[in-house]
Each structure stands twice: as structure tokens, then as C-alpha cells.
């Protein structure tokens, strides 16, 4: 089945102890992205990635951040996690980047005390 | 970067009625213009697109209309359903490679 997984899909951090959300995708899909989903907010764009070893930041990437050294995987990594950061992050991926449909994973709900 | 403004944040409608949202952008280099619903709980889905070289698009009981020189781009939906209920974004693809959303509405549907 064509899908992009996340986890954990949950998590209560505390300050300051780092975390990593991982993304993988088995579609074969070029372009990967991370979003947070805030009330009023809609999706904001943390770090996109076109291909392998190829990242940009995207709006909001303060605090983040992420790599890409396989295709499938778009690991995203919290170092000194802050409440600010408390949020609903998803993972997309699409074939071709710009111009192409979404997929998006299930959503990881990260709360940081 | 890409800014998408999107009204109204929360419409509410008669079931059988017709519901409108209304997105613009300002980067007028952006030519790919998704719109996404996320059902409660659930992650966003493509429900339909529309490209730069076309007016509007239909797609059953959805459509989207695209005005380039206003850069603003409107979901139609008509004989609306419960099932319509959900949290709907618009967004636009800049040329940097960034997808951007709007803020969202949330659409309830009254039986």
C-alpha cells in the first residue's frame, strides 16, 4: 500500500531533551516536507527536500531540523525542543515537487512540557 | 515567499445548499493551486487542483475557478452533504519550491 508513515504519532517531551519524528515514504517520491498544523494557523512549511542530500528551509524552520541521505526517509529532528514548538506535525511527499499532489502521513501530535 | 490569505475562517450551511471559500496569493509566479480537506482527526487530502493556464475546474459537486490578473482562486461547492463537514485549505505551489497554505475553513454542514 502506497504511504507516508510517521511516528512516533504521539509524544509528551519535556524541555530541552532532543527528539526526532521519522518519515518514510515507499512511493519513490522525489520531494519530501515537513508541516506544523496550528489553530488559525493552517500548514506551515518547516523544511522541504527535492531530492536526496538536497534540503531547504521552508517558513518556520527555527528550532529544526532535518535530513535526507535516502530517498524514503525525511527524518525531522527537534535538538532543544521549547513549548512554542508543542504541535501537530505532518509529513508529506510528492512525484514530482512542484505542481504535484500531496500524500501526507497520519500526523505526529508532539507535546514539549 | 508565497502569502496566502484564505475567507472565511468558518462557514456554516444549510445541508443542500452551496458553500464558497475564497483564497488569494501574491506571488505571481505561482501556477499550481491545490485544495486540500482535512476531516476531524485526519490528515489533509487532495480534493481537487487547478494550473495556471486554466479558468476552472470541476469535478462533481466541487469546483475551483482561478483569476490570474486578481491572483485569487475560489472552491465551490454545491448540494452540500454532512459529509462535506471538514476543515478545507487552499494553497499555492511559489517558485521556490514551497507549497503554502492558507489558514483554513472550517465548514459545517447542518442537517
Known amino acids: 500500500e502506497a504511504q507516508v508513515t510517521q511516528n512516533p504519532r504521539y509524544l509528551i517531551t519535556v524541555t530541552g531533551k532532543k527528539l526526532t519524528v521519522t518519515c518514510s515514504q515507499n512511493?519513490?517520491?522525489?520531494?519530501m516536507s515537513w508541516y506544523r498544523q496550528d489553530p488559525g494557523l493552517g500548514l506551515r512549511q518547516i523544511y522541504y527536500?527535492?531530492?536526496?542530500?538536497?534540503?531547504d528551509k521552508g517558513d518556520v524552520p527555527e528550532g529544526y531540523k532535518v535530513s535526507r541521505k535516502e530517498k524514503r526517509n525525511f527524518p525531522l529532528i527537534l535538538e532543544s525542543p521549547s513549548p512554542n514548538q508543542t504541535s501537530l506535525y505532518f509529513c508529506?511527499?510528492?512525484?514530482?515537487?512542484?505542481?504535484?499532489?500531496?500524500?501526507f502521513g497520519e500526523g505526529s501530535r508532539l507535546t514539549v512540557l | 515567499g508565497e502569502n496566502v490569505e484564505q475567507h472565511p475562517s468558518t462557514l456554516s450551511v444549510q445541508e443542500g445548499d452551496s458553500a464558497v471559500i475564497k483564497c488569494t496569493y501574491s506571488?505571481?509566479?505561482?501556477?499550481?493551486f491545490p485544495w486540500y480537506k482535512q476531516e476531524l482527526g485526519k490528515r489533509p487530502q487532495l480534493i481537487i487542483d487547478?494550473?495556471?493556464?486554466?479558468g476552472e475546474k470541476k469535478d462533481q459537486r466541487i469546483a475551483v475557478t482561478l483569476n490570474k490578473t486578481a491572483k485569487h482562486f475560489s472552491l465551490h461547492i454545491t448540494e452540500t452533504q454532512p459529509e462535506d463537514s471538514a476543515v478545507y485549505f487552499c494553497?499555492?505551489?511559489?517558485?521556490?519550491?514551497?507549497?503554502?497554505f492558507g489558514a483554513g475553513t472550517t465548514v459545517t454542514v447542518r442537517a
Open positions: 506571488d505571481s509566479a505561482s501556477n499550481y
Open positions: 508529506a511527499s510528492s512525484l514530482e515537487g512542484e505542481n504535484g499532489e500531496l500524500f
Open positions: 494553497a499555492a505551489w511559489s517558485d521556490d519550491y514551497k507549497l503554502s
Open positions: 512511493m519513490n517520491h522525489e520531494y
Open positions: 487547478i494550473r495556471s493556464n486554466v
Open positions: 527536500s527535492m531530492n536526496v542530500e538536497v534540503t
